[in-house]
Structures are given as structure tokens and as C-alpha cells.
């Protein structure tokens, strides 16, 4: 069955780092656009990165220039390089994959999800 198990959540402080892994199984990975999410409490889930299997990747603005993410589909993962990290950061991040090769926007309709990975940031 399909699995997207993230990892690398943590605690950090303002202006620190840290970088999410989603690990993929279960379906035909490098034929998927690949997507980071989060939610705050009381808000809406939110997009936060795309990358499509062409390697075009697209950000929300209040992440623009701090967050990268990336994939390796040799090792059907995908990243989430996180820096310069705000307290409105703080989230639970979800990982998401969709049946579609090519993603020009910051828009994503996700077909499997993962169970998400916490992160919080102190100021």
C-alpha cells in the first residue's frame, strides 16, 4: 500500500534549521509531483512547497528564500531544507504526493498524504 512517512521535525529557535525527509512506497514515485503542507492550530492547511518530476519547484511567498525543497527519486524521498525558521513557522508538516508530472504553480491536489511531522519554533 502507499506510504509517505516524514521525519525531521523538531524544536528549534528563531533563525535555526532543519530539514524534513519524506520517505515514499507503495506507488511509482518519480511519476508523482512531491509536496510539503502545513497547519497551524486553528488555521487551514496550508501549501508550502512543490516540486514536479521535472524538478520545477514552487514556494509560497512566506517561505520564499528560506525554504528548498527537493527530491532524490533514486531513494523515492523527498526534502524540505528549512532556514532562517519563525516562530509563525511552527506547524505540522505533511508531506503529499500527486498523479501529475508537471507543476507550473503553487498548486497541489494531493492523492495520498502523509501523517505529518511537528515543528515548532521559539522565539
Known amino acids: 500500500q502507499v506510504q509517505l512517512v516524514e521525519s525531521g521535525g523538531g524544536s528549534v529557535q528563531t533563525g535555526g534549521s532543519l530539514r524534513l525527509s519524506c520517505a515514499a512506497s507503495g506507488y511509482t514515485y518519480e511519476s508523482y509531483s512531491m509536496g510539503w503542507f502545513r497547519q497551524a492550530p486553528g488555521k487551514e492547511r496550508e501549501g508550502v512547497a512543490i516540486i514536479d518530476t521535472w524538478g520545477v519547484t514552487n514556494y509560497a511567498d512566506s517561505v520564499k528564500g528560506r525554504f528548498t525543497i527537493s527530491r532524490d527519486n533514486a531513494k523515492r524521498t523527498s526534502y524540505l531544507q528549512m532556514s532562517s525558521l519563525k516562530p509563525e513557522d511552527t506547524a505540522m508538516y505533511y508531506c503529499?504526493?500527486?498523479?501529475?508530472?508537471?507543476?507550473?504553480?503553487?498548486?497541489?491536489?494531493?492523492?495520498?498524504w502523509g501523517q505529518g511531522t511537528q515543528v515548532t519554533v521559539s522565539s
Open positions: 503529499a504526493a500527486e498523479n501529475v508530472r508537471a507543476r507550473s504553480k503553487m498548486y497541489m491536489s494531493p492523492n495520498y
